[in-house]
Every structure is written in structure tokens, then in C-alpha cells.
């Protein structure tokens, strides 16, 4: 599976819905290179940010809906 990444600056890296920013852009390019094969979560321990937030800026990280879709049932409108 591909995982989006965004450089929005040299120490900022958003990685699908979540902003990255870490103390230099070395640091920032060991993240980016680590995800080239590895998971955020150990690229993460790896290489921790200085802080993340969600790239949505009405949306918190650790909010647990986050991503979530919620669409209608399949069998369409039964108004009689």
C-alpha cells in the first residue's frame, strides 16, 4: 500500500491526514526516506516528529471518528 506524502516545508511533512514537524530538515528527510518501506509507526519511533496535528484544521488527530465515513444504505430510497 502507497502512503501519501507532502512536503509543506523542510521540517514539515504531512503524511495522509497528519502533519509532521520536526527540529530540522534532516531529521524531517529520515522520516520521509524511512517511509519509503517502512510504516509510519516505525518510521515514527524511528525518527520521532517535535509535534503532529491533523492536516484538516478542524479535525484533531486523536479524534476517534477521524476518517470514518458514514454513507447511505444501499438499497436507495423506500418511501412509499
Do not use: W
Not at 8 to 33: I, P
Not at 51 to 62: G, K, L, N, Q, T
Request: glycine share 4%.
Amino acid at each position: 500500500m502507497s502512503i501519501t506524502t507532502i512536503r509543506k516545508s523542510d521540517t514539515e511533512l504531512q503524511v495522509e491526514q497528519t502533519a509532521y514537524t520536526f527540529a530540522t530538515k534532516e531529521d524531517a528527510d529520515g522520516f520521509a526516506q524511512c517511509l519509503v518501506n517502512g510504516t509510519v509507526a516505525n518510521c515514527y519511533r524511528d525518527h520521532p516528529p517535535v509535534s503532529m496535528r491533523s492536516a484538516r484544521p478542524d479535525e484533531r488527530v486523536d479524534d476517534p471518528n477521524r476518517d470514518s465515513t458514514i454513507s447511505s444504505s444501499p438499497g436507495g430510497d423506500t418511501a412509499m
